[in-house]
């Protein structure tokens, strides 16, 4: 038998990215292994949106080499936001051990490479999936390498999208997130230029499907009708992704964010006052080119007053060809260290209220699967919840009381004896 093998990090275009690999592997007959070591193709799927990314990356390409040594009959193929046309020479020099580079999301180019090596192998589709609705990106974030990698926006039209959310709803998947690095710009390059909220209507349509998600939103492109869309459509869950990036104007002109902190402040009131109990996750990036002890207590201070949900935070990270690799990278990383762990500590803190106000209340969560003797799912605000039980809940929606809550997940126990028509 032929067994491959993925590798993933970075954002969840990648894991959609991935996802759409193996499915398509195990079209060609190839069996999924966990294992780099037993597999014939191994894949990785590679980020450089920070240095520390792209290292993680050559960390793992280095560790590959010797059994691409020991068994050079076995396919290496590297996909994702390292393989762009300047770096493609350079790395084929350092790792002449790879068989094949992929740019972005080229799952076809594998294909093609492969070939067919046997009987399709069936696919188990997980119960929560990332489904790409427009690839690449439009915006002039100044520290941004993402954009140069993935290119133009383009959107999948509403068909395509719709086919492929029916069809994995047919293979048992209960809850589809859209994904895009601007998912709410969606639409504008399509003919009739269709918007988000308007996918969101036909998406909501498809039988069988329990909830709808979508990510990452740009603050300039969160219309009132996409809110109005997310209160008004019971399948869209009420949680909303939206970086805010520095809690400064100053700095965040020179991101080329275009907004103004408090522009951005009455688009969540906005959110708020018509999204009853919405959960709002945003990302910050510390110690961008010249920022002060001042502009960093505006983050600071923004994550204390909006008490986020969730809070990615990044320390700054130059990275070559965007506009900001030009400014002098002026602070040290024990400086951007220690904001970075401030900012941490007080989300940990805010997190760890807001979940706790949940105790003792029921919430419905989706099971996705079983995890060191728990079950594993979410809320509809995205929060993750573990609970014991015999029973298999996968796939459904359990009652759970919340017994235990900390920053980031949270425990209980079952409001209900038997899984529905279990
Ligand atoms: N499209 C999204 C948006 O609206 O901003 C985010 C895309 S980006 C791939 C994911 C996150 O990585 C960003 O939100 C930002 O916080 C962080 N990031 C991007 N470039 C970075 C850099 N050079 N250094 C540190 N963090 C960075
Ligand atoms: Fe990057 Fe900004 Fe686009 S963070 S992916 S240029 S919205």
């Not at 949106?49 to 193929?77: F, H, M, N």
């Not at 959110?271 to 502009?295: C, K, N, Q, W, Y």
Request: net charge neutral; glycine share 8%.
């Amino acid at each position: 038998m032929t067994h491959y093998y993925i590798w993933t990090i970075g954002c969840q275009m990648n894991d959609a990215d991935s996802r759409r690999a193996a499915e398509e592997l195990q079209r060609l007959g190839y069996l999924p292994t966990p294992r780099a070591e037993e597999a014939d193709v191994v894949l990785l799927n590679t980020c450089v949106v920070r240095q520390k990314a792209e290292d993680k990356v050559y960390g793992r390409l280095s560790s590959l080499k010797p059994l691409k040594e020991r068994r050079p009959e076995i396919t290496l193929a590297v996909m994702g936001c390292l393989v762009a046309p300047e770096t493609r020479r350079d790395l084929g020099r350092r790792f002449p051990y790879v068989d094949l580079w992929l740019p972005p999301s080229e799952v076809k180019g594998l294909v093609e490479f492969l070939g067919k090596r046997g009987e399709p192998v069936p696919f188990t589709y997980p119960v929560s999936a990332y489904v790409p609705v427009v690839t690449g990106c439009d915006q002039y974030c100044t520290y941004c390498i993402v954009r140069l990698r993935r290119g133009r926006e383009r959107s999948r039209p509403m068909k395509e999208v719709l086919e492929e959310v029916r069809c994995l709803v047919e293979r048992g998947v209960q809850e589809v997130t859209l994904v895009g690095q601007i998912v709410d710009s969606y639409g504008h390059d399509l003919p009739g230029q269709p918007t988000l909220a308007d996918l969101l209507g036909e998406v909501h349509e498809v039988e069988g499907l329990w909830r709808i998600r979508f990510l990452t939103s740009h603050p300039n492109f969160m219309t009132d009708g996409l809110v109005e869309a997310v209160a008004s459509l019971p399948k869209v869950c009420e949680h909303i992704e939206l970086p805010v990036q520095a809690g400064d104007d100053r700095i965040l002109k020179r991101m080329g964010r275009r907004y103004t902190v408090s522009q951005y402040r009455s688009l969540l009131a906005k959110i708020r006052g018509r999204i009853p109990g919405v959960s709002l996750a945003t990302d910050v990036i510390v110690g961008f080119p010249g920022e002060t002890e001042e502009e960093f207590k505006g983050t600071y201070r923004i994550l204390e007053e909006e008490r986020f949900d969730v809070v990615h935070v990044a320390a700054y990270s130059p990275r070559p060809a965007t506009p900001a690799a030009r400014l002098p990278d002026d602070l040290p990383p024990e400086e951007k260290e220690r904001r970075r762990r401030a900012l941490e500590k007080l989300q940990a803190n805010i997190a760890e209220e807001i979940n706790q106000a949940l105790l003792g209340e029921t919430l419905e969560i989706l099971v996705e699967e079983r995890r060191k003797g728990k079950w594993k799912g979410r809320t509809r605000t995205n929060k993750l919840v573990f609970f014991p039980d015999d029973n298999d809940w996968r796939g459904k929606l359990a009652p759970v009381q919340i017994t235990w809550a900390g920053p980031w997940s949270m425990q209980g126990h079952l409001n209900a004896p038997t899984p529905p028509g279990g």
